[in-house]
């Protein structure tokens, strides 16, 4: 089956600086990759996906990488703000098996 | 997107009694999951729910533990039975919402479950 790794565990970034979260997965038919943003006490939220068929994709200070040969897509928050902090997690889903994979979650805290 | 909701939001339960935990959603759905999160862990799938079908359920949770019912294509319980403090743990809904030709998985806010 999938296996998903998920780096750095624990991300610690003054205001302003940017974060990047690294995910590998080891299944070459994974098609979809998300990512979720987890507040304390809140389900995790969908903040940016990303499709085998796109190497990059950006929506305002959020980008998601994609190195298909290389099975591994990478988080990239710019301009990071304290209301950033959260877990983070990582996907990876073969949308024709129909199950995701996640990773174990990155706790980013974002010091002011 | 897809608005999930759960009920009850966090329950405090005895050993030895059960639980039954509501997921609504707010347009009709094919694919309903649940997924267990420990404390400062990630999220493990427990089955999968189809309207019209038997849940499936991933290694190491059964059926007899975790019944869950999809009574229609909006819905769905899952129940922990007779609980042990190992149960303590979030217990999500999640669903795969089809636009166009891609499907994009969502959260419900999750029930925090306590067993003493």
């Known amino acids: 089956g999938e296996n998903v790794e998920q780096h750095p565990s624990t991300l610690s970034v003054q205001e302003g600086d940017s974060a990047v979260i690294k995910c590998t997965y080891s299944d070459s038919a994974s098609n979809y990759f998300p990512w979720y943003k987890q507040e304390l006490g809140k389900g995790p939220q969908l903040i940016i996906d990303?499709?085998?068929?796109?190497g990059e994709k950006k929506d305002q200070r959020i980008a998601v990488t994609l190195n298909k040969t290389a099975k591994h897509f990478s988080l990239h928050i710019t301009e990071t703000q304290p209301e950033d902090s959260a877990v983070y997690f990582c996907?990876?889903?073969?949308?024709?098996?129909?199950?995701?994979?996640f990773g174990d979650g990155t706790t980013l805290t974002v010091k002011p | 997107s897809a608005v999930i909701s759960q009920k009850p939001s966090r329950d405090i339960c005895q050993r030895g009694t059960s639980l039954t935990i509501q997921c609504q959603v707010d347009s009709q759905v094919t694919m309903m999951f649940w997924y267990r999160q420990q404390p400062g862990q990630s999220l493990t799938l427990i089955a999968t729910?189809?309207?019209?079908?038997?849940?499936?359920?991933e290694s190491g949770f059964v059926i007899d533990k975790f019944p869950i019912s999809r009574p229609n294509l909006t819905f769905s319980t899952l129940t922990v039975s007779n609980m042990s403090p190992e149960d303590s743990s979030i217990y999500l809904c999640s669903v795969d919402k089809r636009q166009g030709h891609t499907d994009t998985q969502y959260f419900g806010p999750g029930t925090r479950l306590t067993v003493l």
């Open positions: 990303i499709r085998s068929n796109v």
């Open positions: 729910a189809n309207q019209g079908s038997e849940a499936t359920y």
């Open positions: 996907a990876a889903l073969n949308t024709n098996a129909g199950k995701s994979t």
